[in-house]
């Protein structure tokens, strides 16, 4: 059989659930110490001093630390830089002089328990004078500081709006929300001096990266330093970032000579971990009579909170790469503004950059079909990139790569869509209830996603003397399925039966280089690399075999590990194994071992892209928004597993949702944070979601990859808020209304009683 299209059952889900996973908060060590973090109050204020008197007497208390105690640690760098000149906005490890935000770390305590530690951590006093906060980038108080602005470009705006018909103008926003994955961040750090190793349990998605800075912010040779990831409760861009506790657990244990854990609790994650989307966008489109785009104009404020992350301006990048989606304007131009405000840091959270900027396009396209007295599918087709124009170049960059959609039919997927929908009977089954009283409506929104970030990714593949198959790759596992993908590629390559294939990850001694598990490139970039691998152990096997059945190697072929003559199925024949045996050191000229590595670079990114349509019942007189209906119709390219494809959609979905509709991380004027539990910061459950139905595409394959694969990690939300938006606009008959994300109650009662 084929495993690569197959809906093979996940391999990596036996201990989950027979409860034999190892999660961050799971991990213990004899002997080992417990940090807890004392953090800021206060969103503003010069720190004065910080009394630790009465923690450091408790008895069990082995240390307090405070910035003074850490002096030599740098702030934090950036993973993600691509604007030079910000190194002063990092964060440090404690705060240094003033604190920011509700939630910064001013000290640690380690102690011999937990409780002792959150014990003595509340007897630790900082004396901080307050200052007025910022909070809002926009307002006329106290001024935000700009650190930057992010522009994107191309074509001449001056013609597209010089004698347009039609000038269409909007400010749309998206609230603050994030990842909140099940496992909040948590590590366990020790240091062997008999091997002079620090070693840190419970990373996620970069180790690699974060073992290189934890060992240059401690003055550590890299290779004294070894990142071990286990099981990973949700990733979605959050978990797995180098924060300042990171770097304090692998510190405290270096100096220390124990152990040292630390897991935070869930309001500790909420104040602490990165916050994401947080824009207000002012936009314009010049538009032909047709409803065709001349040309259009963003600028943009990004709330990024007190420091530059490790993602830098990531986000801001984004969203001004990828604000044009799947249409050709001939004219374009966004000004991303960065500012800081003391508010919880922001970083990236599943689709950074283009839930917005879809967001922000799909509204602006809704209001132009309705200025114009156009169906609102019309416009889209119009305007969408054609076919015969693949691939398109962009004429702007996008994460150092420039933007050029690899392959795609977009008017072909829209016209799929409608079809599924059967487009004209819905329209008019939703008119007729809505002359019954119903307030329904329907929404959509077309979008392109970016997945299989370079520049590189490397695997491993050996086969050992049982035949047995190991992948070592530099990836890491979020929940995605990487195991049971990788294995699909390497045992359809090699000719083995996936049960005999192990993927090992997320261990930073493994493999020399790793990239990790980001931007939906695991698939494109580690399943290339392993197809590569796969393909010369199999070479090798085929040459060591062929003089063992006195065949040339190009006659020979392999199934379930045999290897034989083509043709020959059933007669001489040799197993991988015994090819392994023969490559013992020593027994023949070459290289020992059965094994190979397979090494994919590239300098592009591929473009998978999809349409979101939903279907909502509105409650006027609660603000209640049932979305009754929800279509994710989605080019990937090649599914190597449609079932986890489905199931990535789904979870996005759902999050989608969530942004549209619920969360919001809230802040009052003083910046203290009102959703810092989940009695106020609100997420969907199974009663919000509807039954997500996948139209899944498999016919446009990137030409820029091996498998022809396009990533599926964040395609199930891009276009969510976009399509709720849209179909909440049409349910209460007020198509330019609708201006910001999430629609909470309080939101949508007031557009449903705002005269048009």
Not at 305 to 312: D, K, M, N, S
Not at 528 to 539: D, G, K, Y
Request: glycine share 10%; hydrophobic share 40%; charged share 25%.
């Amino acid at each position: 059989m084929s495993y690569v299209g197959s809906s093979v059952r996940r391999i990596e889900d036996r201990p989950l659930l027979t409860g034999e996973a190892r999660f961050a908060a799971d991990l213990s060590l004899p002997g080992q110490l417990h940090m807890r973090v004392v953090r800021s109050p206060v969103a503003h204020g010069r720190l004065l001093e910080i009394d630790t008197s009465d923690a450091r007497a408790m008895d069990g208390v082995e240390a307090v630390w405070t910035r003074e105690d850490v002096r030599e640690v740098p702030p934090i760098d950036f993973r993600m830089a691509w604007v030079e000149g910000l190194e002063r906005f990092r964060q440090p490890v404690l705060a240094a002089g003033r604190v920011r935000y509700v939630g910064e770390p001013v000290a640690i305590v380690l102690a011999e328990d937990p409780y002792l530690a959150e014990d003595a951590a509340e007897l630790v006093f900082a004396g901080i004078e307050e200052l007025d906060p910022v909070v809002d980038p926009l307002a006329a108080g106290p001024a935000a500081t700009e650190t930057t602005v992010v522009e994107k470009a191309y074509g001449d705006l001056d013609a597209a709006f010089g004698d347009a018909p039609v000038v269409v103008e909007m400010e749309l926003a998206v609230g603050r929300h994030s990842g909140v994955p099940m496992e909040t961040r948590g590590a366990l750090a020790c240091y062997d001096p008999l091997r002079s190793v620090l070693e840190m349990f419970g990373a996620a998605k970069v180790p690699h990266h974060n073992r290189a800075a934890i060992a240059s912010m401690l003055c550590l040779p890299l290779g004294s330093v070894a990142l071990r990831e286990g099981h990973v409760g949700g990733g979605f861009g959050i978990r797995g970032e180098l924060y300042p506790e990171d770097v304090l657990v692998c510190l405290a244990a270096l100096r220390l000579g124990r152990p040292v854990r630390w897991v935070e609790d869930r309001r500790e994650h909420m104040l602490a971990a990165n916050h994401s989307r947080d824009q207000v966008h002012r936009i314009k489109a010049a538009v032909d009579s047709d409803g065709r785009i001349r040309g259009v104009i963003d600028e943009f404020w990004v709330d990024q909170g007190a420091y530059l992350r490790t993602h830098q301006v990531t986000v801001t990048e984004l969203t001004t790469s990828m604000l044009p989606g799947p249409y050709a304007w001939p004219a374009y131009r966004s000004r991303g503004h960065v500012m800081l405000t003391n508010k919880t840091p922001c970083g990236t959270y599943r689709a950074p950059g283009r839930y917005e900027s879809t967001f922000v396009r799909e509204r602006l396209v809704d209001v132009i079909a309705h200025r114009l007295g156009h169906d609102p599918s019309e416009v889209r087709r119009r305007n969408l990139v054609p076919p015969e124009r693949m691939p398109f170049e962009r004429g702007i960059a996008a994460l150092g790569t420039e933007v050029t959609y690899d392959s795609g039919d977009y008017p072909g997927l829209l016209d799929r869509t409608l079809e599924y929908l059967e487009y004209e009977q819905l329209t008019a089954d939703l008119a007729r209830r809505r002359s019954e009283g119903e307030r329904v409506g329907l929404g959509m929104g077309f979008f392109v996603e970016k997945s299989g970030l370079g520049p590189f990714d490397g695997v491993r593949v050996t086969v050992d003397e049982a035949g047995q198959v190991l992948v070592v790759t530099g990836v890491a596992s979020i929940g995605q399925g990487v195991e049971t993908v990788l294995a699909q590629v390497c045992a359809d390559a090699l000719g083995v039966g996936i049960e005999s294939v192990q993927v090992r990850h997320g261990q930073t001694d493994d493999l020399a280089y790793g990239m990790g598990a980001f931007a939906s490139r695991v698939t494109v970039m580690s399943g290339s690399a392993t197809l590569i691998a796969a393909r010369r152990v199999r070479r090798k096997a085929f040459e060591v075999a062929a003089s063992a059945l006195e065949a040339d190697p190009d006659d020979l072929a392999i199934d379930r590990g045999r290897v034989f003559v083509r043709g020959s199925p059933g007669g001489p024949a040799i197993t991988l194994g015994e090819v392994a045996r023969r490559l013992r050191p020593g027994l023949t000229g070459g290289e020992p071992g059965l094994t190979a590595e397979g090494w994919f670079m590239v300098d592009h990114m591929v473009y998978p892209y999809g349409v979101h349509a939903a279907v909502v019942r509105v409650d006027p007189e609660s603000g209640r928004v049932d979305v009754e209906r929800l279509v994710v119709a989605y080019e990937v390219g090649k599914a190597v597993n449609p079932e986890l494809v489905h199931g990535q959609i789904a979870g996005g979905a759902a999050q989608g949702i969530g942004g549209a509709l619920l969360e919001d991380f809230a802040y009052d004027e003083s910046g203290q944070p009102l959703a810092a539990t989940f009695m106020d910061y609100l997420m969907p459950t199974v009663a919000e979601m509807p039954d997500v139905e996948v139209l899944l595409l498999e016919e446009a394959p990137s030409p820029a990859n091996p498998l022809g694969v396009k990533g599926a990690g964040e395609g199930g939300i891009t276009a969510v808020g976009a399509a709720v938006a849209n179909a909440v606009a049409e349910a209460l008959g007020r198509p330019e209304q609708v201006t910001r994300l999430p629609l909470g109650p309080e939101r949508v009662r007031r557009i449903a009683t705002r005269t048009a």
